[in-house]
């Protein structure tokens, strides 16, 4: 059974909540495990409230015309999902679904907002939750208009590397279990450019590919590259 009080904790969210009112609100959170590829909602559902991520990793896409899938965000351990549509009643905006097995608690939004009138710092952590979700859906208009497959592909590398890499010197190793297609749909193209974005990023000497190990030759080369 999960610890709803210790997944609560470890949420910007709920994390500085005194002892009583996070016991209570865990007391009403709704535990429920996703297998991998199991959708939690659809874009356009009516939202009744938001998710704490406990274990797992969590994606929102959206689906283009064509039918490519185009991934906005992906959450993990300690992360709330659908914060937008808990407050302001409108249908969720994205598709969700799990990348891996995963567990989420649900929060209904009565509560929600119960907690934002008794505990303002609640408010403020919800604003800073939310303008961060700003920033990063705006970086990622901003990538896929401004910036080509190459350079998306090494921001997104650079992104993986500080997440979970490992130093030395100016490298930066760091293992990718991603498929091309998963990486595809995170940076806006198909497998076939990225096989070749990944190829050209290669033999600019900026990156090496062992299997699943990627290392990163040059992190301020590949900075410069991605335009960051």
């Known amino acids: 059974m999960t610890d709803a009080i ?7 969210l709920f994390g500085n909540l005194e002892d009583a009112p996070l016991e209570a609100l865990a007391s009403r959170a709704v535990e429920r495990r996703l297998a991998r590829g199991e959708l939690l909602f659809s874009a356009g559902e009516e939202a009744r409230g938001l998710y704490v991520v406990v274990s797992g990793s969590l994606k929102a896409y959206r689906m283009s015309i064509d039918g490519r899938e185009q991934i906005i965000h992906v959450e993990r351990e300690g992360a709330t999902i659908a914060e937008v549509p808990a407050f302001d009643d409108g ?25 934002c009138l008794d505990h ?6 919800a604003l800073k939750v939310l303008a961060s979700r700003l920033r990063r859906c705006s970086d990622l208009v901003a990538t896929l208009s401004l910036q ?8 997104f590398l650079l992104s993986e590397a500080t997440a979970r890499g490992v130093r030395s010197g100016a490298r930066i190793s760091f293992y990718l279990p991603l498929t091309k297609e998963q990486i595809a749909m995170r940076i806006g193209s198909v497998r076939e450019v990225v096989s070749r974005a990944f190829s050209k990023l290669q033999n ?24 960051q």
Do not use: W
């Open 91 to 115: 249908p969720t905006p994205a598709n969700v679904s799990a990348e891996t097995d995963s567990v989420v608690l649900f929060i209904d939004k009565r509560d929600v907002r119960r907690l």
């Open 120 to 125: 303002p710092g609640i408010a403020i952590a």
């Open 204 to 227: 600019e000497g900026l990156m090496a590919v062992d299997g699943h190990k990627v290392t990163i030759l040059d992190e301020t080369q590949m900075k410069d590259y991605a335009g």
């Open 148 to 155: 080509d497959v190459s350079q998306r592909l090494a921001r």
């Open 6 to 12: 210790a997944a609560l904790r470890r949420t910007a």
